[in-house]
């Protein structure tokens, strides 16, 4: 069974930092990419980051160069996200998904349950 975990979600002041994790399980981590996404109250769903785990290529959003990290450590199966400088309209519910690559929802075939990250002004 495809299981993807998120964690390492909360409440932050802006300009703080969190970092997330993805527990994946039950999938050839080497054979797929992990992409990041977030959906705002109201907002649609989209892409963060994502990381290619056969090759370690990295992608990000424009909203997000410079501030947010994404790694993986292969041994474990698990993605992390590390998120600085953290603004208010960072807010938002962070799933990640395990799929082909890019920073499209349909480009995904398995998904997590999310993690609420609140940035707070």
């Known amino acids: 069974e495809v299981q993807l975990v998120e964690s390492g979600g909360g409440l932050v002041q802006a300009g703080g930092s969190l970092r997330l994790s993805c527990a994946a399980s039950g999938f050839t981590f080497d054979d797929y990419a992990i992409g990041w996404f977030r959906q705002g109250p109201g907002k649609e769903r989209v892409g963060v980051s994502c990381?290619?785990?056969?090759?370690?290529?990295?992608y990000y959003a424009d909203s997000v160069k410079g501030r947010f990290t994404i790694s993986s450590d292969n041994a474990k199966n698990t993605v992390y996200l590390q998120m600085n400088s953290l603004k208010p309209e960072d807010t938002a519910v962070y799933y990640c998904?395990?799929?082909?690559?890019?920073?499209?929802?349909?480009?995904?075939?398995?998904w997590g349950k999310g993690t609420l990250v609140t940035v707070s002004s």
């Open positions: 998904a395990a799929g082909g690559g890019g920073l499209t929802p349909p480009e995904y075939d398995y």
């Open positions: 990381i290619i785990n056969s090759d370690g290529s990295t």
